[in-house]
């Protein structure tokens, strides 16, 4: 972006030279905006001292665009006092006019390098967030929810304290084993769909029951269940409750 179409021609010319096929221009600074919001530019370099509207108040226009990263802007400028103001309203860099050949390529390729390890930091951190919505998932369903709860809140473990961080004992707790009784069988005549709403149906009864009883869901497992009673609260009267849940659970 620049006023100047010989300065336009010029560095179409070097990046073109230099192996860069993507590339757009216009001399017109209104028409930023619009071009970055179509294009979505690695980069853009930016005259500052231009008529109608000068490069700061074209980096303003497009912080609208890029509110959650920086602004892809390398200026152009003449004037060494404009440049640690463009700095400080976002541009990552500068390029002095006249143009020495060298330095435009290098500080180009520097910007495109540093944009791609923002791109690829980004994925890694949003692969990340996945992951931990996964692990979370794995944890509610394969621990008690106390328990699980507990491991979350733990984000800063050191090595030497790990096993007392995670390690629990209970003298005393009875453990109900629920399987369904011809499953197998069922299973093989109706469509995967309606299995899965049955067995939801069931162990959400199952849930409400281990609820009511104070047993603690350990996890689910095909066309199994899995609850605990006495954990993560000791209890004394855990075989009963456990039993009182199988006889529920047996009538449903």
């Known amino acids: 972006m620049d006023d100047q179409a010989v300065n336009v021609l010029l560095l179409e010319r070097l990046l073109s030279g230099a192996g860069y096929s993507d590339i757009s221009s216009t001399q017109n600074p209104t028409e930023v905006m619009a071009l970055h919001r179509q294009n979505r530019y690695d980069l853009i370099l930016l005259n500052l001292n231009m008529p109608e509207m000068d490069g700061f108040q074209v980096m303003e226009c497009l912080k609208a665009i890029e509110t959650k990263s920086t602004l892809p802007v390398l200026v152009i400028t003449a004037q060494p006092n404009e440049k640690l103001r463009a700095l400080k309203v976002g541009a990552l860099d500068f390029i002095s006019k006249p143009f020495e050949v060298a330095e ?110 104070s047993l603690e869901k350990i996890k689910t497992i095909g066309d199994s269940y899995m609850a605990a009673a006495g954990l993560p609260v000791v209890v004394s009267d855990h075989a009963d409750r456990a039993a009182h849940m199988a006889q529920r659970v047996g009538s449903i």
């Open 104 to 213: 435009v390529l290098a500080r180009v390729q520097n910007l495109l390098q540093v944009r791609l390890l923002n791109f690829e930091t980004q994925k890694l951190y949003e692969q990340v967030l996945i992951e931990q919505d996964l692990s979370e998932m794995l944890l509610n369903n394969m621990l008690p929810q106390a328990i699980a709860e507990r491991l979350k809140g733990r984000s800063k473990l050191m090595a030497n304290l790990l096993n007392q961080a995670i390690v629990d004992s209970y003298a005393n707790v009875t453990v109900l084993f629920a399987d369904i009784v011809g499953f197998t069988a069922f299973s093989q005549l109706v469509c995967p769909e309606v299995m899965v709403d049955v067995l939801n149906d069931l162990f959400t009864r199952f849930d409400h029951i281990a609820e009511h009883r």
